[in-house]
């Protein structure tokens, strides 16, 4: 055989052995670009699902009026159904003026649902631990006190507005009379604040010989 004839053989050899090597080299950099992009891709939509976060819940009220609470959710969660509600005899809020000074106590909320209820109490009426309110103060017997020291009592329990007179008109001084005692009251000592909360007490203190007959 001659040289020029083995030479050729010998290319022949190499050019096979390359194209075995290739061929695997080309086959593996091919699945490896799928799987990138595939975990490109699982990656991406991982990402989106990330990003779709549930709607976040609700701050927490409790120690608000109901006035702020209903202006804030109006503002910044207009999605949610709200129920405002007494305690503790469950009475729901619709309207009543009164009510817009009372305090958050219990605040319960289905965000998945976006309604959330809440419980209120009067300014004057702790809040107790567990939200659970037995019983409603009473109206106090403000008979014997001076016309001032019950018009701030009953400021205090939740009266909005005190209003009094002398029970004899005749000697009427409107600097001095709630310096007098208190003779009469409209509501009566007993009744439960409950029903007035929000409303008026009238006072009839005594004349100006510090009497109660008329």
Sequence with gaps: MSDHTREQRMVRVRLRVLTLLTVPVLSLAACSGGGEDNASTRASEGGGA???????????????????VSGELG??????????????????????????????????????????????????VPCPPDGRVTTWSVVPDY???????????????GF??????????????DGSHLERTVCTQDPPAGQSMRRHYGTSLSLRVADSKGSCTP
């Design 143 to 157: 008979v014997g006190k001076t016309g001032e020291e019950a018009r701030q009592a009953a400021l205090r329990l």
């Design 75 to 124: 503002r910044s969660w207009p999605t949610y159904t709200t129920a405002y509600r007494a305690l503790p005899d469950g009475h729901l809020f619709d309207g009543e003026s009164y009510s817009g000074t009372w305090i958050v106590c219990t605040q319960i909320e289905d965000s998945q649902a976006k309604k959330v209820e809440f419980g209120f109490l009067p300014p004057q």
């Design 50 to 68: 990330r990003s779709q976060h549930p709607s976040p819940a609700l701050p927490s009220f409790k120690g608000k009026t109901l006035d702020t």
């Design 160 to 173: 909005p507005y005190v209003s009094s007179e002398p029970l004899v008109i005749e000697g009427y001084d």
